[in-house]
């Protein structure tokens, strides 16, 4: 089998509840040709410690003050050399053959911009809340529906060759940059679903997305118009046509 290199970055705040089960997840794949980066913004919760603890296993490494998390990412971006790239929060889990099973897939398919597989739930413990998900999506689909549940970050390998060259996120959005990143490069190459868990994400009551839902959906609302805002204004006056004869069948 080829070895590809496979950069994976892990950006990093006042996580260490569960940065360690995330580094581990990373440093023991299966596969070996992984160079592992990870960017904290100069937690004080011993996330440091830990990031020193493994020091010696990844390839690069700081704790200081950063903008966020997307900031974190670029900067990550700007020391990775992988084929494929991938980020996972610290937080979230890989599965122990997620790596090289994007790659043998890869093998056969090196055309494809993303390839995902499906992505269980767990909460704060590490306990199962849902069985993996993820399907097949078109790029049509994912302006009009959105990732979920077609789609989970964590288990989303994006292909180097197709990546923007200046950034890896898009800094704009504090939430749903990897909506926005997904659909850049849904919108140029297919992307390709793997029927296998490849991670885990960890839904908890401080995680950034539960905490700032509105500010989350509006970003998300906001990629949808860029990328098609023709057909964003046809589905606004389709669902407003049946939201009125909704109504209009209660009042009769």
Same mark, same amino acid.
């Given at each position: 089998m080829n070895q590809p290199l496979v950069s994976i970055i892990t950006p990093s705040f006042q996580q260490a509840d569960w940065l360690e089960t995330c580094m581990l997840s990373v440093l023991n794949q299966t596969y070996p040709n992984i160079e592992y980066i990870v960017i904290d913004g100069g937690s004080t919760d011993g996330s440091k410690e830990i990031i020193e603890r493994y020091a010696h296993k990844l390839s690069y490494w700081h704790s200081k003050k950063d903008t966020g998390q997307a900031n974190a990412l670029n900067i990550g971006y700007q020391? =990775?050399?992988?084929?494929?790239?991938?980020?996972?929060? =610290?937080?979230?889990?890989?599965?122990?053959?997620a790596v090289e099973t994007i790659i043998r897939v890869h093998e056969v398919n090196p055309e494809f911009g993303v390839i995902y597989g499906k992505c269980k739930t767990i909460d704060q413990q590490g306990n199962l809340i849902a069985k993996g998900q993820g399907e097949q999506i078109r790029f049509e689909g994912l302006v009009r529906k959105g990732m979920l549940p077609a789609i989970f970050q964590p288990a989303c390998f994006f292909n180097s060759a197709y990546l923007r060259p200046d950034y890896f996120v898009n800094e704009k959005y504090e939430f749903a940059f990897d909506y926005e990143l997904i659909l850049h490069l849904a919108n140029q190459k297919t992307i390709l679903f793997v029927n296998r868990d490849l991670a885990s994400y960890r839904v908890h009551e401080n995680s950034k997305t539960a905490k700032h839902t509105y500010a989350a959906n509006k970003e998300k609302l906001a990629i949808q118009q860029a990328y098609n805002p023709e057909n964003w204004i046809k589905w606004k006056w389709l669902s407003l046509k049946?939201?009125?004869?909704?109504?209009?069948?209660?009042?009769?």
């Amino acid at each position: 089998m080829n070895q590809p290199l496979v950069s994976i970055i892990t950006p990093s705040f006042q996580q260490a509840d569960w940065l360690e089960t995330c580094m581990l997840s990373v440093l023991n794949q299966t596969y070996p040709n992984i160079e592992y980066i990870v960017i904290d913004g100069g937690s004080t919760d011993g996330s440091k410690e830990i990031i020193e603890r493994y020091a010696h296993k990844l390839s690069y490494w700081h704790s200081k003050k950063d903008t966020g998390q997307a900031n974190a990412l670029n900067i990550g971006y700007q020391k =990775a050399k992988g084929t494929f790239i991938a980020f996972l929060n =610290a937080d979230d889990v890989l599965e122990h053959w997620a790596v090289e099973t994007i790659i043998r897939v890869h093998e056969v398919n090196p055309e494809f911009g993303v390839i995902y597989g499906k992505c269980k739930t767990i909460d704060q413990q590490g306990n199962l809340i849902a069985k993996g998900q993820g399907e097949q999506i078109r790029f049509e689909g994912l302006v009009r529906k959105g990732m979920l549940p077609a789609i989970f970050q964590p288990a989303c390998f994006f292909n180097s060759a197709y990546l923007r060259p200046d950034y890896f996120v898009n800094e704009k959005y504090e939430f749903a940059f990897d909506y926005e990143l997904i659909l850049h490069l849904a919108n140029q190459k297919t992307i390709l679903f793997v029927n296998r868990d490849l991670a885990s994400y960890r839904v908890h009551e401080n995680s950034k997305t539960a905490k700032h839902t509105y500010a989350a959906n509006k970003e998300k609302l906001a990629i949808q118009q860029a990328y098609n805002p023709e057909n964003w204004i046809k589905w606004k006056w389709l669902s407003l046509k049946n939201l009125i004869a909704k109504l209009s069948g209660k009042i009769h």
